[in-house]
């Protein structure tokens, strides 16, 4: 009888202690629940970015460490989550979340928190149909800034245009203590989202399903991979990202220590954007240039075709689209041969893959014939440049 007691007894304790521990730990692990919209940016100071274009639903925690007055001391970023969509090359993409990361900073420090350490989760949703506007501008600071912006820079950058963001350190009176350079977002570069494909930039997979919609999630090459593994384009936007960085960088630099009178009375920190719109830059841009032009380019092709047996039993007619790499010493290099079986007529007596594949193989050794091509330019030199035409071929004639 006794034993059976002291069971129960053990038993009760337990219990006990284990439902203390879960009130504290329910009391501990309370999070409070702050709701956002991506269209609304708090910490940009200037130009309105709308997080809409490079998010879609988001989460972001953190810890909140307050003082007796319940005003903010410390904010610490314990996880962020974001589900891509829109402008995500990787430098955007990185870009865009450290500025979401000062977003909630700003949002979190508007609130007044219980003394010492708090819990909190900011969640982020997209809406699409409104937009809040923008800070005003404080016209003498972007003014200087924008004096900053070299026409070298803008020639460089032509047509990757972006912005360049800025956090700012300042006292009550607008003295500039610190300026540092976050990061950068590029414009109009919606090849690099959405594809399938290992080789490019970003890929795209479904990742589930809430609520019948899908989610995406975006995979990058790594960063710190050397530039001769990137392609031609992810090459492109790693040099203007390189360009964009080391201008702001110096913008920075000379910002630090200066005063603005737009900005005294803020006080703490504040982003800037700096954006580099190419448009005024004028830019000439020649196209490569065959000899003898367009018409005579279709003439060497069509004259030097050879019909081999299977080409001229099947009779062939139909037309043949061609893209060539002009390279800058003038040598044409083929990209692609492309023909559609629908709009062939043909015999039928061979397959279409053996057709096809005998045309490939004609247009091929013809392109290794090719006389050089005046290169194309850009702003005076020499580039690579695509060119594409169409030809047709006509076996009744052979």
């Known amino acids: 009888m006794r034993i059976a007691r002291c069971i129960t007894a053990l038993i009760v304790c337990a219990m006990a202690i284990g439902t203390t521990q879960a009130q504290k730990s329910g009391s501990k692990d309370k999070t409070h629940i702050i709701e956002a919209f991506l269209d609304n940016t708090p910490a940009i100071y200037g130009n309105n970015l709308n997080f809409n274009d490079f998010f879609s639903d988001s989460y972001v925690t953190a810890k909140v460490y307050a003082d007796d007055d319940s005003i903010v001391t410390k904010i610490r970023i314990k996880k962020c989550r974001t589900l891509p969509s ?46 809040i506007e923008g800070r005003e501008k404080d016209r003498e600071l972007m003014s200087f800034v924008s004096g900053l912006i070299t026409d070298k820079t803008k020639r460089k950058l032509y047509r990757d245009d972006g ?34 494909s290992t080789d490019d930039v970003a890929v795209s997979t479904v990742s589930g399903y809430e609520n019948g919609d899908k989610h995406y ?13 990137m392609d031609k384009w992810e090459l492109r936007m790693h040099h203007a990202d390189k ?23 803020k006080g703490g920190e504040i982003c800037i954007e700096i954006h580099v719109d190419t448009s005024d830059i004028e830019i000439e841009e020649i196209d490569p240039a065959y000899p003898g032009g367009a018409k005579a380019l279709k003439e060497f092709y069509i004259e030097n075709f050879k019909y ?63 006389p050089r091509w005046t290169p194309g330019k850009h702003d005076g030199k ?11 071929l006509d076996g009744n004639n052979r």
């Open 382 to 392: 020499k580039i690579e440049k695509n060119c594409t035409f169409r030809i047709r």
């Open 308 to 370: 081999g047996r299977k080409l001229r039993r099947n009779r062939i007619k139909g037309n043949v689209n061609i893209g060539l790499l002009i390279k800058k010493n003038g040598k044409a290099k083929l990209r692609y041969v492309e023909m559609h079986e629908p709009t062939f007529s043909y015999e039928g007596r061979d397959s279409w893959d053996d057709i096809s594949g005998e045309i490939s193989s004609e247009i091929k050794r013809i392109t290794k014939k090719l």
């Open 217 to 229: 999630t975006m995979k990058f090459k790594p960063k710190s991979q050397p530039a001769r593994y």
């Open 86 to 131: 829109g402008n995500s090359d990787p430098y955007s993409y990185e870009t865009a979340i450290k500025l979401l990361k000062e977003s909630c900073k700003s949002i979190i420090s508007s609130y007044r928190w219980s003394p010492g350490e708090n819990e909190c989760r900011v969640i982020w949703r997209s809406r699409h149909d409104r937009m």
């Open 163 to 196: 912005s360049a963001f800025i956090r700012l350190q300042l006292d009550s009176t607008g003295r500039i203590l610190e300026a540092e350079h976050i990061g950068n977002i590029f414009w109009g570069t919606g090849n690099a989202g959405w594809t399938s």
């Open 243 to 265: 360009l964009l960085r080391k201008n702001a960088r110096q913008i920075a630099r000379e910002l630090n220590g200066r005063q603005f009178s737009g900005l005294a009375g």
